[in-house]
Structures are given as structure tokens and as C-alpha cells.
């Protein structure tokens, strides 16, 4: 049914937020500007990616309601969204956002867009891969906006 769909909404806490160590008033920057620019529902899917238990905390104290997953490391929230959003059923999702722009996220890109479904991806110009971007060129149902 095409009433039940919802976005799922990545984001990748750390790349929005421009620095490796985040505090509870860094994610609530963060989650203003987020709402500002897609307004979440409560029925959408809402995932933030942390690279560390200190920033899942973080995020969690600032923004309680989405699904927050972490992996410790290099590429940790990149490696903890895509791990996540690989076990959704496309079928319930009308669109994909997300907020980060490392190429790591470029075959996940590839493969949500080839499923028909319309991609999205925010990133501040200091973060964005040119994978990324190629990704999204290529793909007709994509579209990506840069923030200085």
C-alpha cells in the first residue's frame, strides 16, 4: 500500500556535525537544521550512525526517538548505517535521505536508486566524495544538495 511507506532518513551524526567528538548541543544543531530541511514523521524510519559509545550517548541525551547504531573506528557510522539499512524492506520505504556525503555510501546509493526509489543526500561541501556525487549524477531518481 502506498500509505504505509516512509523515508528512512540516515544520518551519519559526526559528518553533519563537522567534527569527530560530539556533544549533546552539537546534535541538537544538528537535529534543528535536520527538521528544518526534511521534517521527519513519526512514521518514518530515523537512523543515526555514531563512531563511538561517547557519541551515541550524546545523540541519544539530544535526540531520543531515532534508532541510533555505532561502530567503533574509521568509517565507524558509515559501516554501522549501511549495516542497518541494509535489513529494511525497500517495499515500505518512498524515499532514502541521507545526511553525510562519504563515498562509502555510493553502492548502497546505487543499489536503493536501481530498486526505483528516490535518493537523497545533504552534505556540507567540506564532505563530499566525489564517489558520491558520480553515484548520484548517474542515477536519474537521485538528487544531492551542498551546504558551504
Not at 48 to 71: D, E, H, M, Q
Request: glycine fraction near 6%; aromatic fraction near 6%; include cysteine.
Amino acid at each position: 500500500m502506498k500509505d504505509s511507506k516512509r523515508r528512512l532518513i540516515a544520518i551519519d551524526i559526526e559528518n553533519i556535525c563537522k567534527k569527530p567528538i560530539i556533544d549533546i548541543d552539537d546534535v541538537a544543531k544538528a537535529r534543528n537544521m535536520i527538521e528544518v530541511l526534511c521534517s521527519p514523521q513519526d512514521h518514518d524510519a530515523v537512523i543515526i550512525g555514531t563512531s563511538g559509545s561517547t557519541n551515541f550517548l550524546a545523540a541519544g541525551i539530544a535526540w531520543s526517538k531515532p534508532l541510533r547504531v555505532y561502530r567503533n573506528g574509521h568509517n565507524g557510522a558509515d559501516l554501522a548505517l549501511i549495516e542497518k539499512i541494509s535489513t529494511y524492506d525497500f517495499e515500505t520505504i518512498s524515499e532514502v535521505i541521507f545526511f553525510g556525503g562519504d563515498g562509502i555510501y555510493a553502492p548502497l546509493v546505487d543499489e536503493i536508486a536501481q530498486m526505483g526509489i528516490p535518493v537523497c543526500v545533504y552534505a556540507y561541501s567540506s564532505g563530499l566524495s566525489s564517489r558520491i556525487v558520480a553515484s548520484v549524477q548517474s542515477n536519474n531518481n537521485c538528487t544531492i544538495s551542498i551546504a558551504a
